[in-house]
C-alpha cells in the first residue's frame, strides 16, 4: 500500500495534480470551516471541486478529517460508561 501511494504520487499527482496549493491559507480557512459546519453552500462546493484537482489540500482535508472524527469517537466513548453503568443498575433494579 505504502508504496504503490508513493508510485501514484510520483508518476501521476505530480504530473497531472497541483501538490503545492496556490491559494493554501484560503483552503485552510474553509476547510476548516466546512469541518466546523459554517461554510457556505457555495463554499463547500468550490472546495470539493478544488480538491479534485489539489492534491495539497486533499491530503489536509483527509487529515483534518480524520483527526475530527477520532477526537469525536473518543469523546463519546469516554461518555459511554457512565450511562451504561445507570442502565445495568436500573436493570438490576428492576429486575430485583
Ligand atoms: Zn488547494
Redesign the pocket.
Known sequence: MGSSMKWLKKNIVSKYL?TN?P??TR?VDLLHRILDGAAEKDEEQYFMD?IEE?W??FQDYKLEHAIRELVKTKLEKKAVPEDLVSSIRQRIDESA
Open positions: 497541483m496549493c491559494e493554501k483552503c478544488h489539489c495539497g489540500c
